[in-house]
Nanobody, 117 residues
Framework: VQLQASGGGLVQAGGSLRLSCAAS????????IGWYRQAPGKPRELVAT???????YYADSLKGRFTISRDNAKNTVNLQMASLKLEDTAVYYC????????????WGQGTQVTVSS
């Protein structure tokens, strides 16, 4: 399984970015796909997840600014980020998990998001 994250870049505070996570297999084969982020010197933290039935979860601090969604035609999971703040600067990672008889956990390579003042 390969996850390819894209869409990061440099944006001014208050701006928007859209990240995409493309999976090598059907996104519906995973129980959950989500985004995490890691800022310099800080632990990786959960941003948002979406389940294979469309249920979403967001970190409390990001509710209202970030939106996770699926593009079924493109087989991607997207993260729309709005009203970006300096503290949103981080490497954003795509994550996919699948459980059943075994537990599988996959990570993408990360995409850098830098918010400038």
């Amino acid at each position: 399984v390969q996850l390819q994250a894209s869409g990061g870049g440099l944006v001014q505070a208050g701006g928007s970015l859209r990240l995409s996570c493309a999976a090598s297999g059907s996104i519906f084969s995973f129980n959950s796909i989500g985004w995490y982020r890691q800022a310099p010197g800080k632990p990786r933290e959960l941003v948002a997840t979406i389940s294979n039935i469309g249920s979403t979860y967001y970190a409390d601090s990001l509710k209202g600014r970030f939106t996770i969604s699926r593009d079924n035609a493109k087989n991607t999971v997207n993260l729309q980020m709005a009203s970006l703040k300096l503290e949103d600067t981080a490497v954003y990672y795509c994550n996919a998990v699948r459980w059943g008889t075994t537990y599988e956990n996959y990570w993408g390579q990360g995409t850098q998001v830098t918010v400038s003042s």
